[in-house]
């Protein structure tokens, strides 16, 4: 690869092939937690756990009601319904490649998917399920037994809160949706994406998206201010004023896909969320044009599902 | 075979298997509707409505919310959680085998399949859907179209209500669990049942329970009277008194995996069903032994579940 095509004046696309490769990367695996291994005793686990509704009080909530893998790790809805009901704050943000993020949950309030998965679980508008009653539930189904001693061999008590989190985790650092084009395409392959795919991928580096949005989740990861709606973000839970309006920086893999977005869901459309993104985050107005094309690149990223079969919970 | 052994007086094992044949039947493929024929396009349509959450009016209820493929075809609740998190009246009985049926609902309200599919979607207390806007809901989500357009082949606008349940009906003729010990025992397979399986079997048919009871589902799938708790059963909607407390026969494939038991699901255990069963329905009392026998035979009923893949459901 040729070095130093960047100090050219203009912008071609051979050039930006050159800055892309720095800003983009392909989907190959999910980061993995030193502290949690992934085995296939623990992933099976994990996959039973993240289907299981019996791990909300009603009975009736899972990890894939809002996380449905049916619908790109979403429930497509604005905000979630969950315990009674009720709505939750804030829009779903896909399980899909979440395993690329550190910061968790759109304030960012648990570092790593072990914590994150110990929110939902608990939250009152969510799955209310206290931790102890949940260990409890899942004790009391038989057969679990079997599952966690494999999954967490030598331990002695091996069903804790702790071990259900790490199992989901372990599962979700399986939910990871390589191939799409984008990825065909560094690959190599020239054709994966259009021509408006491409001038859109271009258009999107030139703007600065990229500072934001890149790597192989095209997320950074980070905490970033964006000023929309009335919910403060991370101050929510720092009570930092510096923290007002900061929110972790989404995935767009799969985007099309997971609409309505931003942390309320109050936007409908992927090419009104990009017009507002340009304007809010860049100052940038894009052009019909420009908006279309980022667009079209965004529609490229549709990776492959997971194929995840629906597996047969231990009945009593 | 021999014929006529059930003319000697004793009821020996031998004689026993003879009368079984006539009671039981293996489980091979679920009966046809030969106004909704079965393909693998309809199937394959049908599978994605069944996990669709769009098809109800908040868009997190399906199908599969009380009727879980991971939970042998239930929500393993006494009664179901629906729309606006009401309780439904009646506990839902799993869809596993379910084809296997004419009458449907616990009250033999519907006919069939298809015609039971309306129901759920479109009550107020379950997926809170009419008719019209579940059409214009699937409509919307372009998707679809081609899936349809695959099932219903030469229809010209065969996005429609009725198109819809025969397609959920013909996947629901695929959720079958045959091979439990039971078959393998009907075919030839002696040691497929334990000894206290056997006499469990043989109890069961001496005390009467088979005349309810036989088939591939060991079900008639008649309506019959069970004077428990205080719902009205067929009544309910005949508002014929003769009709008080008649309720559909039950399956018993994969029956100790889909407690709690009866129509209010009031029974937690498979245990104190059976002894309820023989005391309310055959006046006879069981022994301990007789009642842990039956429960013996009733767990060798546990079938092989259908192995389904979450389907990637159509995004917009």
Redesign the interface.
Same mark, same amino acid.
């Given at each position: 690869m040729a070095v130093g095509c960047s100090s050219s004046s203009t912008k071609s696309t051979g050039q930006l092939t050159e800055v892309r490769q720095g800003s983009f990367a392909t989907i190959v695996a999910a980061p993995e937690n030193p502290d949690n291994p992934t085995t296939p005793e623990k992933v099976e686990l994990g996959k039973?756990l993240f289907? %299981?509704?019996?791990l909300s009080s009603?009975? =009736?909530i899972s990890c894939a009601?809002c996380h449905?893998?049916?619908?790109?790790g979403t %429930?497509?809805?604005p905000t979630?319904?969950g315990?009674?009901?009720q709505r939750t704050p804030r829009n779903a943000p896909t399980v899909l490649n979440a395993a690329f993020f550190q910061n968790q949950f759109w304030d960012g309030r648990a570092q790593g998917l072990e914590e994150q998965a110990k929110g939902p679980i608990q939250a009152e508008a969510e799955m209310n399920m206290p931790a102890d009653m949940a260990v409890e539930r899942i004790k009391s189904i038989k057969g679990y037994h079997e599952y966690f001693e494999k999954a967490f061999p030598g331990e002695e008590d091996p069903i804790t809160f702790d071990n259900i989190v790490k199992a989901i985790a372990a599962f979700e650092r399986t939910l990871i949706t390589p191939n799409d084009a984008l990825d065909r395409y560094l690959r190599g392959d020239k054709n994966a994406l259009s021509p408006q795919a491409i001038r859109g991928m271009e258009t999107f580096e030139r703007i600065g998206c990229t500072s934001c949005h890149a790597g192989p989740a095209l997320s950074s990861g980070a905490m970033m201010k964006f000023d929309w709606g009335s919910d403060p973000g991370k101050a929510s839970w720092t009570n930092n004023p510096q923290d007002e309006k900061f929110f972790r920086v989404q995935t767009l893999r799969n985007v099309?896909?997971t609409?309505p977005y931003f942390h309320d869901g109050s936007v409908e459309t992927l090419e009104e969320a990009v017009t507002i993104m340009a304007r809010v985050q860049l100052g940038y107005e894009l052009s019909d044009q420009e908006r279309d094309d980022i667009v079209a690149f965004l529609r490229s990223l549709v990776g492959e599902?997971p194929? @995840?079969? @629906?597996? =047969?919970?231990p009945?009593?």
């Open positions: 039973l289907f %299981d509704p019996r009603s009975g =009736v009601t449905n893998l049916g619908l790109a %429930d497509r809805l979630s319904i315990h009674g009901f099309s896909l609409g599902m194929q @995840v079969e @629906v597996p =047969v919970l009945a009593e």
